[in-house]
């Protein structure tokens, strides 16, 4: 990496670092494979039992480029009315990783929509889903890394943990679906490090499916998401995807911070699903494009209802 580079680097490093009481927790590009990660009401929304695996920007070249990595599951008791779930993340982008680790409970209120959809559909159609998660989040800011030495800002490192509470709630219709959620409405209340100040997202998304018994074997799937956290700018995802049968999935979509995604997946050995993500970034993004892979089980049936 030429010179140029590396002091773009520092600078994008510094400029975070200084940001703290800004500090953006990541937007999760999987969400529509995995709702799970950021509302927890989905827990137990499917039938069976679900396992995801994803990471994002592992494969990017770019020094202090971010990463990202979930491992999650979530399952449904008593007649499908609670969900039990547990996941964990890691981010991390230059000299900061967050990693953490949640468990997750909810309870569902069903309603009989009689509405039209397609006979592959596996989740509940009319669910009215309450969800609270509690965990550790452990922030590490490696400051000395940079090696300022003239500033005292940088001269220590910041290790804080924060225990975390989440509220969600759900709502799941055949056609279209609508959710709320914070995964920490505690902030850095608790946190063991008083240098560190942190804000929560909130998250709010809404999609519809458009099916028509004319096209029986095909679903479109538009939706966006939108996250807030105090002193950053609103986030918007807009996405549309075309699945075929719960077999295979074509997406793309739009970042407000300028940049476009597409998806491509496959519904392999009934069990198990394989999404690929790209995000290209405009040319004006530091840390250029990144590629992700989502992989989920799912027991029981599976994903076919064939």
């Known amino acids: 990496m030429n010179i140029t580079k590396k002091t773009i680097t520092l600078v994008i490093i510094i400029g975070f670092t200084y940001c703290l009481k800004a500090q953006q927790t990541p937007t999760f590009s999987e969400y529509n494979y995995n709702p799970f990660i950021i509302n927890p009401a989905y827990a137990g929304l499917t039938e069976n039992t679900e396992f995801t695996l994803s990471n994002t920007g592992f494969f990017n070249q770019f020094d202090g480029s971010p990463k990202s990595f979930s491992f999650s599951g979530h399952g449904s008791l008593n007649r499908n009315k609670i969900g039990i779930g547990a996941g964990i993340t890691r981010d991390k982008i230059g000299v900061t990783t967050s ?10 209120i069903f309603f009989d929509f009689k509405s039209n959809r397609p006979y592959w559909q596996l989740y509940d159609a009319g669910v009215l889903s309450f969800g609270i998660t509690a965990g550790l989040q452990q922030y590490q800011n490696n400051l000395t890394e940079l090696g300022i030495l003239d500033d005292p800002k940088f001269s220590q490192d910041i290790n804080a943990t924060i225990p975390t509470i989440g509220f969600s709630v759900l709502f799941n219709h055949a056609s279209f679906y609508v959710g709320l959620s ?13 240098d560190l100040v942190l804000n929560s997202p909130y998250y709010g998304y809404i999609g519809y499916r458009f099916y028509n018994n004319r096209f ?27 699945s075929y049968k719960n077999k295979l999935e074509i997406g793309t979509g739009y970042r407000t911070s300028n940049a476009i995604n597409f998806l491509a997946g496959v519904y392999l050995y009934k ?10 970034a405009n040319k004006n993004t530091t840390f250029g494009s990144t590629h992700g892979i989502i992989l989920s089980l799912q027991l029981g049936d599976g994903y076919s209802n064939d």
């Open 216 to 242: 029986k074997d095909f679903m479109i799937k538009p939706n966006i998401l939108l996250k807030h956290e105090e002193g950053a700018p609103l986030q918007a995802d807009f996405n549309v995807s075309l």
């Open 99 to 108: 990693t953490a680790f949640f468990a997750a409970y909810s309870y569902k």
């Open 271 to 280: 069990h198990l699903r394989a999404i690929y993500t790209y995000n290209l």
């Open 182 to 194: 914070t995964p920490n409405v505690m902030g850095d209340r608790l946190a063991s490090d008083s």
